[in-house]
């Protein structure tokens, strides 16, 4: 049956509507703010998938259609998310992720598709909003509900949700998000404003958030079905307390070395250790022999995980010895490449980055296909984390969403000088 929710947030319409569209979902809703329009869906699966980390996906689909447009390219059809859309995923999945249970193993996935789109009225925090609700009103384990706005500054004035005419006035562009009790997730530009001025808005904009969350609340105490039993995964107490007891001291040692490549090898001896002896086991079945050395290896990298964290809250050290007030060797060159408009390398401790600057004409400008009112762009950071610079073997190709966001941080904070 369907069911029709209102609310009135800082001059906009709110609507939700729910048990008509996508019913087959774990949890559907449809989300209108004024004239944009957001289906957020959240589906779950019944078995926990191996592996030793919560396998979470949000997407955030732009469809060209909602603002009135026809693809380019040859086939006149959406192809790949745009840097927008992945980017915007990252901001949803930042603030949901640490609001599901430790040991939750089950796959989740939560599809925004955007289907109509008003400038003025945010598509992005929409999402957010559907995404969060989604997950209420299902029967899958949340311990939400969150929400998030951005918040501009206009005029030293504050203003929830700017619209675009604002956002070129403004100063500030921050989007924060989290729940009734806390912020969460902030991520942030601005022209160089005061820390004070910046935690005066980042409150500001939690006051609105603490709105939308009651009215979650609300939807989800109206609606919302009974949620499932979800078995979480816990390590097996007497496989924990064997490898700690066997590697713990000589683990802390290992993880203090001062040289980066010689405490990760040291660490790395100590796992393979470890590993060895579970892997060359006898077990019944190799089902029961892949889910040993799952566990085996999640023991390992909690116990390292815990530690540094350990040491650096409790002994205020850092692995490297470094105290918390103190920074690694800084090293700054220029001029690596004869022929590249600019270069530079920048060495901090053993981390090395190279930075390559080109100069374009107009007709460089990257043209975009988004739903932000940007048909252009004329400033581009990009960020390439190849697997050789941390020693390892990976996937190359095509940037993946972390290179997508890690460059996109860059790029804001640079685009204001």
Same mark, same amino acid.
């Given at each position: 049956?369907?069911?029709?929710?209102?609310?009135?947030?800082?001059?906009?319409?709110?609507?939700?509507?729910?048990?008509?569209?996508?019913?087959?979902?774990?949890?559907?809703?449809?989300?209108?703010?004024?004239?944009? #329009?957001?289906?957020?869906?959240?589906?779950?699966?019944?078995?926990?998938?191996?592996?030793?980390?919560?396998?979470?996906?949000?997407?955030?689909?732009? =469809?060209?259609?909602?603002?009135?447009?026809?693809?380019?390219?040859?086939?006149?059809?959406?192809?790949?998310?745009?840097?927008?859309?992945?980017?915007?995923?990252?901001?949803?999945?930042?603030?949901?992720?640490?609001?599901?249970?430790?040991?939750?193993?089950?796959?989740?996935?939560?599809?925004?598709?955007?289907?109509?789109?008003?400038?003025?009225?945010?598509?992005?925090?929409?999402?957010?909003?559907?995404?969060?609700?989604?997950?209420?009103?299902?029967?899958?384990?949340?311990?939400?509900?969150?929400?998030?706005?951005? #918040?501009?500054?206009?005029?030293?004035?504050?203003?929830?949700?700017?619209?675009?005419?604002?956002?070129?006035?403004?100063?500030?562009?921050?989007?924060?998000?989290?729940?009734?009790?806390?912020?969460?997730?902030?991520?942030?530009?601005?022209?160089?404003?005061?820390?004070?001025?910046?935690?005066?808005?980042?409150?500001?904009?939690?006051?609105?958030?603490?709105?939308?969350?009651?009215?979650?609340?609300?939807?989800?105490?109206?609606?919302?079905?009974? =949620?499932?039993?979800?078995?979480?995964? =816990?390590?097996?107490?007497?496989?924990?307390?064997?490898?700690?007891?066997?590697?713990?001291?000589?683990?802390?040692?290992?993880?203090?070395?001062?040289?980066?490549?010689?405490?990760?090898?040291?660490?790395?001896?100590?796992?393979?250790?470890?590993?060895?002896?579970?892997?060359?086991?006898?077990?019944?079945?190799?089902?029961?022999?892949?889910?040993?050395?799952?566990?085996?290896?999640?023991?390992?990298?909690?116990? #390292?995980?815990?530690?540094?964290?350990?040491?650096?809250?409790?002994?205020?050290?850092?692995?490297?010895?470094?105290?918390?007030?103190?920074?690694?060797?800084?090293?700054?060159?220029?001029?690596?490449?004869?022929?590249?408009?600019?270069?530079?390398?920048?060495?901090?401790?053993?981390?090395?980055?190279?930075?390559?600057?080109?100069?374009?004409?107009?007709?460089?400008?990257?043209?975009?296909?988004?739903?932000?009112?940007?048909?252009?762009?004329?400033?581009?950071?990009?960020?390439?984390?190849?697997?050789?610079?941390?020693?390892?073997?990976?996937?190359?190709?095509?940037?993946?969403?972390?290179?997508?966001?890690?460059?996109?941080?860059?790029?804001?904070?640079?685009?204001?000088?």
């Amino acid at each position: 049956m369907k069911r029709v929710f209102e609310k009135e947030f800082f001059g906009k319409k709110i609507v939700v509507e729910t048990g008509e569209i996508a019913k087959q979902a774990d949890g559907a809703v449809f989300v209108r703010l004024n004239d944009t #329009v957001v289906l957020s869906t959240a589906c779950c699966s019944d078995e926990p998938k191996e592996g030793d980390f919560f396998p979470l996906t949000v997407t955030y689909e732009e =469809k060209q259609y909602a603002i009135g447009r026809i693809p380019g390219g040859f086939l006149r059809r959406e192809g790949r998310p745009g840097e927008h859309a992945t980017l915007t995923a990252r901001l949803i999945d930042r603030p949901i992720r640490p609001m599901f249970s430790d040991g939750f193993r089950n796959e989740v996935q939560i599809i925004n598709t955007v289907m109509s789109v008003d400038l003025d009225s945010t598509p992005e925090m929409t999402a957010m909003f559907g995404s969060s609700l989604a997950l209420g009103i299902s029967d899958i384990p949340f311990d939400g509900p969150i929400a998030g706005v951005y #918040v501009g500054r206009v005029n030293g004035k504050l203003v929830i949700n700017p619209t675009v005419e604002e956002r070129e006035k403004s100063d500030l562009n921050l989007a924060v998000a989290g729940t009734k009790e806390a912020i969460n997730m902030v991520e942030a530009g601005a022209n160089e404003l005061s820390e004070d001025e910046m935690l005066d808005a980042i409150m500001f904009g939690h006051e609105a958030i603490k709105q939308l969350c009651e009215f979650e609340d609300e939807i989800i105490k109206e609606i919302g079905k009974p =949620k499932r039993e979800i078995e979480l995964y =816990k390590p097996d107490q007497t496989i924990v307390d064997d490898i700690y007891g066997r590697i713990y001291d000589r683990m802390v040692k290992a993880i203090s070395i001062f040289d980066k490549l010689e405490r990760q090898n040291a660490i790395d001896s100590l796992k393979a250790e470890i590993v060895d002896d579970y892997d060359n086991r006898e077990y019944k079945k190799e089902k029961e022999h892949k889910a040993m050395m799952l566990m085996v290896n999640d023991i390992l990298e909690n116990m #390292v995980a815990n530690e540094v964290r350990r040491l650096i809250t409790e002994e205020k050290i850092r692995p490297d010895g470094r105290k918390i007030d103190e920074i690694r060797p800084l090293d700054a060159q220029v001029d690596l490449l004869p022929r590249v408009h600019g270069s530079a390398m920048f060495t901090r401790g053993q981390t090395q980055v190279i930075s390559t600057c080109t100069l374009g004409i107009k007709e460089d400008e990257q043209i975009l296909e988004s739903l932000s009112p940007e048909d252009s762009k004329r400033w581009m950071h990009h960020y390439n984390f190849p697997p050789f610079s941390v020693g390892e073997i990976g996937r190359t190709g095509t940037p993946g969403r972390r290179e997508i966001g890690h460059g996109a941080l860059g790029e804001r904070a640079l685009s204001y000088v």
